[in-house]
């Protein structure tokens, strides 16, 4: 019984990051990080790894409602649900990795 809820689980995760997924936020993530990158100092690549990230944790909360609740009220589309969750999945994570790779008392750039 335990297989077969793991291999479920592996299908699941599967759909989730899928490869077509996968390339299209690493692309679009490459491309929001190289229009910042100009104006990051010493070296851009932690701007390309945080981006990464923040384009894994928007293919991993459009995964999760993709199949999560299984039924919706009738007033609420699939799309919206994903979309939404998304969008206020992507603050909280952005705000997750600053803390987490900013050293404490680091300079804050672009403040007054």
Do not use: C, K, N
Not at 58 to 87: C, H, I, N, T, Y
């Amino acid at each position: 019984m335990s297989g077969d809820r793991s291999q479920a689980a592996i299908r699941r995760l599967g759909r989730i990051f899928g490869w077509r997924r996968l390339v299209l936020a690493a692309l679009l993530s490459s491309a929001a990080a190289s229009i910042l990158s100009p104006g990051w100092h010493p070296t851009p690549l932690p701007l390309y790894e945080r981006a990464l990230m923040l384009g894994l944790t928007g293919v991993l909360v459009f995964g999760v409602f993709e199949a999560w609740p299984r039924r919706l009220p009738r007033w609420l589309a699939r799309w919206v649900l994903q979309v939404v969750g998304v969008a206020l999945a992507m603050p909280v994570s952005l705000f997750t990795i600053y803390v987490v790779s900013t050293p404490p008392g680091a300079p804050i750039r672009g403040t007054i």
